[in-house]
């Protein structure tokens, strides 16, 4: 399984056009890259699907995992309502604490970058953040 670096090189011009593009890209960097408990692969396909949910229209690059896909969707629409039978699920499901932590930040940096782009988006009245 490979980054669709097409839609990664997409997304780095389009955020380095924007005001804070620097801290931006380091955060997206920071959280997908850093080394860690769960495959690179995994982290970036929770933040693909996240970020689809939240309105960035992407190619997929790997498909989460059936075990992940509520607490990714909870995160990423509800966070607020995650429990911890959901954490609960996960640990039965054979992931760590670690494993969690990263999970939930890739759902989270998904949804919030999608979100941030979208928004940017309005702002400017273009239609796509190409």
């Given amino acids: ?28 960097d920071a959280v997908l890259t850093s080394p860690g408990e769960t495959a690179p692969t995994l982290l970036r396909a929770v933040e693909d699907h ?33 429990t911890d039978e959901d954490i609960e699920a996960l640990r039965t499901a054979g992931y760590s604490e670690d494993a969690f932590l990263e999970i939930t930040l890739c759902a989270a940096l998904g949804a919030g970058i999608a979100r941030l782009e979208r928004g940017l988006v309005a702002l400017k009245g273009d239609q796509q953040c190409d």
């Fill in 1 to 28: 399984m490979s980054l669709d670096t097409n839609n990664l090189a997409r997304r780095k011009n389009w955020i380095m056009n924007t005001r804070h593009a620097a801290n931006t890209q380091h955060l997206i």
């Fill in 50 to 82: 996240a970020a689809e949910l939240s309105g960035r229209s992407t190619r997929k690059t790997s498909q989460v995992p059936a075990e992940l896909v509520n607490y990714v969707n909870k995160v990423t629409l509800h966070a607020y309502k995650t």
